[in-house]
């Protein structure tokens, strides 16, 4: 099968690292164009990224010459890793002549006509691109946290109902970015505050669980509570959550809606789709980061801790791997699902 050709936006920062690790070998994707700051555009890819993944730089990427932002890319499927202060307008010029923006990046999260889409949960989300205004169109995947959330909330939302969830992440330093928060802040340390990182949770979460009528999508009617941790972990975020449900389930109950969901990636068998989306465990102490972040290649959300509680009704804990199904394998998985339903042809 002839592959379509994708462009890598912000290919040398931690996220775009990832893209190219995930797309390599891809059965649909080809990366055609790599592009990132004026730092580093004109240079060999090897010479421009501060490579940090734990395999060799792809042998189809590493001569590769970095392009700028400014330069027009045949590419008509881009994968956005750009750095938040460029993305907006840089995504929005790309869609307007004629890209699939598939974004990881924050800035139009919440426009109201730009999806927030896990596959599994809402690709009824979908119907709204046929609102944008422009040739091309941007779909745009959670940020990391919310994405582990949104996916463990999502079968009991639509099972129970939902009335209220808490939460409270345990935040990988990858998240930051490279270089990120200084050691001498993290090591040995907890720092309680991620710039913005409680709201993106608080409003996403009912953006994604909410309802799309093909003319606008409206938010689910509970309330989400967050606060956000940075803990000295590589990678991996976990999150403890509690939550209130507007029926009664037994634990048992719960925990076999959360193993038996699945969607739309796992029926279409798509190349980057978890087998099981949410594993749950019943091991009294996981799941855990250096022990669980790798199941189903770092594309499912791990929820152990499963129990009642006595404020909010249930508990648990959920983790998964922030730059993998919480970044550029959530935008990989978009694109499968988008060429899988016919949004991208090659
Ligand atoms: N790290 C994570 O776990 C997650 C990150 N994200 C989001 O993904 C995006 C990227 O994050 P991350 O990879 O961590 O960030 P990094 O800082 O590691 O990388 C940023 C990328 O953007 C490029 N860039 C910076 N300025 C410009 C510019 N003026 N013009 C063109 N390209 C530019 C950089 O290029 P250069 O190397 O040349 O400077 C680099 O490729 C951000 O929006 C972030 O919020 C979302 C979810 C999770
Ligand atoms: N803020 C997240 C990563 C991130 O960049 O999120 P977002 O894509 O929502 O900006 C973290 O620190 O772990």
Not at 189 to 207: C, L, Q, T
């Amino acid at each position: 099968m002839k592959k379509i050709s994708v462009a890598v936006l912000g290919a040398t920062g931690t996220v775009g690292q990832k893209f190219i690790t995930l797309l390599d070998g891809h059965p649909l994707f080809d990366v055609a164009e790599l592009v990132a700051s004026p730092r580093s555009a004109g240079k060999a890819y090897r010479d421009a990224a501060n490579w940090k993944q734990p395999q060799p730089i792809p042998a189809t990427i590493a001569d590769k010459t970095v392009k700028s932002l400014d330069q027009k890319l045949e590419s008509p499927v881009l994968f956005s890793g750009l750095d938040a202060s460029v993305a907006g307008e840089a995504e929005t010029r790309f869609a307007e002549a004629g890209h699939m923006v598939i974004s990881n990046s924050r800035n139009h999260r919440m426009d109201p006509n730009v999806p927030i889409i896990i596959p599994e949960v809402n690709p009824d989300h979908f119907k709204i691109l046929d609102t944008q205004p422009t040739t091309g169109k941007i779909v745009t995947n959670s940020n990391c946290s919310t994405m582990f959330l949104a996916m463990a909330l999502a079968p009991l939302h639509r099972k129970y109902g939902l009335t209220k969830v808490q939460v409270t992440t345990l935040q990988a330093v990858s998240g930051g970015g490279y270089p990120g928060v200084p050691s001498l802040d993290i090591l040995g340390n907890v720092v309680p505050y991620i710039s913005g990182e409680e709201e993106k949770i608080e409003i996403e979460a009912v953006k994604i669980l909410g309802s799309c009528d093909g003319k606008s999508l409206t938010p689910a009617d509970f309330t989400v509570s967050a606060q956000c941790t940075r803990v000295p972990v590589i990678d991996g975020h976990t999150e403890t959550v509690a939550f209130g449900l507007a029926a009664n389930p037994s634990i048992e109950e719960v925990a076999e809606t959360l193993r038996s969901f699945t969607g739309i990636p796992q029926e279409k068998q798509l190349p980057s789709a978890p087998r099981q989306p949410i594993i749950v465990t019943d091991e009294p102490d996981r799941p855990q980061p250096a022990r669980d972040i790798l199941l189903e290649n770092g594309m499912a959300t791990i929820v152990g801790r499963l129990r009642t509680c006595p404020i909010m009704g249930y508990k648990m804990v959920i983790m998964g791997h922030n730059t993998v199904r919480g970044a550029a394998g959530a935008a990989i998985l978009n694109a499968e699902t988008l060429h899988a339903l016919g949004y991208i042809q090659a």
